[in-house]
T-cell receptor, first 113, second 115 residues
Framework: DQQVKQNSPSLSVQEGRISILNCDYT??????FLWYKKYPAEGPTFLIS?????DKNEDGRFTVFLNKSAKHLSLHIVPSQPGDSAVYFC????????????FGSGTQLTVLP | EAQVTQNPRYLITVTGKKLTVTCSQN?????MSWYRQDPGLGLRQIYY???????DKGDVPEGYKVSRKEKRNFPLILESPSPNQTSLYFC??????????????FGPGTRLTVL
C-alpha cells in the first residue's frame, strides 16, 4: 500500500516554461514533505521541503505547494532549464517514526531546449 | 568533503553467492539506512539503524542482513542473492531525531545484477 504516490512517471516541458510535478499521500499524520532530485548514476539529493503547517515554500525557481485537505502537494519549477532534467521523488516524514522517509515512485522530468 | 560512499558501484553475481555492499559516511551521523530503487516503485527502505548496534527492518527486509558495529559503517549483506534482488541500492545517513526531519544524504548507488 503506497502511502505516497506520484501518478505521472514522466513529464516533458519546454525550456523557460513552468514544470509542475504532483504528489498525493494518504496518511494525514505526515508532518514534513520533501522533494529529492536524482540525476543518472548519482544518489538523490535534497531539493526543497515544506512543513505540514505551511501551504507554500519557495526557494529560488522552486516552489512547493501543500493542500492538506486534498492530501496533495506539487513542485513548481519556473523557469525550467535543461539542467533540471532528472527524476524527482516526493517523500513524506512522520514524526516519531524511526523509518524516517516514505518515498513516491518518482517522475522523470525532461526539459527540452 | 561530507559524503556517503558505497562500494562496489556495479556488481554482477550469480544466484546464491554471498555478497556485501559497503557503506560509509564521514558526517558523524547516527542514522543510516538502505534503500532499493525499482522501476515504478520508487525508493523502498530495506533496513535502518538509529545508532551503533541498533538496527531494524524497513519495508522490504527479506533476503538482506545488516550490521552496525561502527558509527560510520553500515554494510548490506545478501547471504544468498536471488534474481529478484537485482536492483539499484542506495545507502543514506542523517542526524537522528524522531521529532523533526533531518536531511538524508545519499550515496551514489550500487547497481546489482543477480543472474
Amino acid at each position: 500500500d503506497q502511502q505516497v504516490k506520484q501518478n505521472s512517471p514522466s513529464l516533458s516541458v519546454q525550456e523557460g516554461r513552468i514544470s509542475i510535478l504532483n504528489c498525493d499521500y494518504t496518511n494525514s499524520m505526515f508532518d514534513y514533505f520533501l522533494w529529492y532530485k536524482k540525476y543518472p548514476a548519482e544518489g538523490p539529493t535534497f531539493l526543497i521541503s515544506i512543513s505540514s503547517i505551511k501551504d507554500k515554500n519557495e526557494d529560488g525557481r522552486f516552489t512547493v505547494f501543500l493542500n492538506k485537505s486534498a492530501k496533495h502537494l506539487s513542485l513548481h519549477i519556473v523557469p525550467s532549464q535543461p539542467g533540471d532534467s532528472a527524476v524527482y521523488f516526493c517523500a513524506a516524514f512522520l514524526s516519531g517514526s524511526a523509518r524516517q522517509l516514505t518515498f513516491g515512485s518518482g517522475t522523470q522530468l525532461t526539459v527540452l531546449p | 568533503e561530507a559524503q556517503v560512499t558505497q562500494n562496489p558501484r556495479y556488481l554482477i553475481t550469480v544466484t546464491g553467492k554471498k555478497l556485501t555492499v559497503t557503506c560509509s559516511q564521514n558526517m558523524n551521523h547516527e542514522y543510516m539506512s538502505w534503500y532499493r530503487q525499482d522501476p515504478g516503485l520508487g525508493l523502498r527502505q530495506i533496513y535502518y539503524s538509529m545508532n551503533v548496534e541498533v538496527t531494524d527492518k524497513g519495508d522490504v527486509p527479506e533476503g538482506y542482513k545488516v550490521s552496525r558495529k561502527e558509527k560510520r559503517n553500515f554494510p548490506l549483506i545478501l547471504e544468498s542473492p536471488s534474481p529478484n534482488q537485482t536492483s539499484l541500492y542506495f545507502c543514506a545517513s542523517s542526524q537522528t531525531s524522531l521529532g523533526r526531519y533531518n536531511e538524508q544524504f545519499f550515496g551514489p548507488g550500487t547497481r546489482l545484477t543477480v543472474l
